[in-house]
């Protein structure tokens, strides 16, 4: 259906094509899901050069940090968990996961290998995060990190969506970074690891107007944004 649309949305002047949730086998199971994509990596590449030859930039849905109980990181490495002082995981609500903590070193390397294959394997131009944990996480007690206090979780944050940046411009300079947090406000701490503002899930053409005020107040003229959902807007 994607790959069907491509001329079309080229004929209309669009440049990027970006396909959203749904590749994967689950949240944080990031893993290519083998009924649309049989033959893996070589499925994903072929795909992503599908989309460039039909002169357009790809662009892959991915939400960090977040993971299903079912996740394979959860079974092979439960200590990247964020746990409260009782020892649980945060919900992450809506979407059935927990967190990974921002500011554990291997929750840091694991992500940054997530980007490598992203970017440097299937060869994505960009990437949509996306989440309602990007701007913060609870303090972490869990004890495999050794936190020097509770809050380095909240505090670090900001730390990892470095990290994802400077991997994706490492391996391609023009690299788009979006941050879409479901529709609540953006941290001014994650400001400067974006280059893609977006309305995120806004509730009509004034939200639109204002949030993109807004964070050209806060980033300069020069950031790129858009509507996002533009069937929200009063004019549909």
Request: aromatic share 10%; glycine share 8%.
């Amino acid at each position: 259906q994607m790959l069907g649309t491509l001329p079309k949305a080229r004929e209309l002047g669009i440049d990027w094509a970006v396909l959203d949730d749904g590749w994967q086998i689950a949240i944080g199971d990031w893993n290519l899901d083998p009924a649309k994509f049989p033959r893996g990596d070589d499925d994903m590449i072929t795909f992503v050069k599908a989309i460039k030859d039909a002169g357009m930039k790809p662009r892959l849905w991915v939400a960090p940090l977040a993971a299903q109980p079912s996740a394979p990181v959860l079974r092979d490495h439960p200590d990247m968990l964020l746990l409260d002082k009782s020892g649980a995981p945060q919900d992450l609500t809506g979407w059935d996961s927990y967190i990974l903590c921002p500011a554990y070193a291997k929750t840091v390397t694991w992500t940054r290998d997530l980007v490598r294959k992203m970017i440097g394997t299937w060869g994505y131009e960009g990437l949509k995060i996306d989440g309602q944990h990007l701007n913060g996480v609870a303090p972490c007690y869990n004890p495999a990190h050794k936190h020097a206090r509770p809050e380095e979780s909240v505090e670090k944050l900001q730390d990892i969506w470095k990290a994802v940046h400077d991997e994706a411009t490492a391996i391609n300079p023009d690299a788009v970074i979006e941050f879409c947090p479901c529709g609540t406000s953006y941290s001014f701490f994650t400001l400067p690891y974006q280059n893609m503002a977006v309305a995120s899930d806004p509730l009509d053409s004034w939200q639109v107007r204002t949030k993109g005020k807004a964070l050209k107040a806060l980033m300069g003229d020069q950031i790129a944004y858009f509507g996002d959902h533009v069937e929200l807007s009063d004019g549909r």
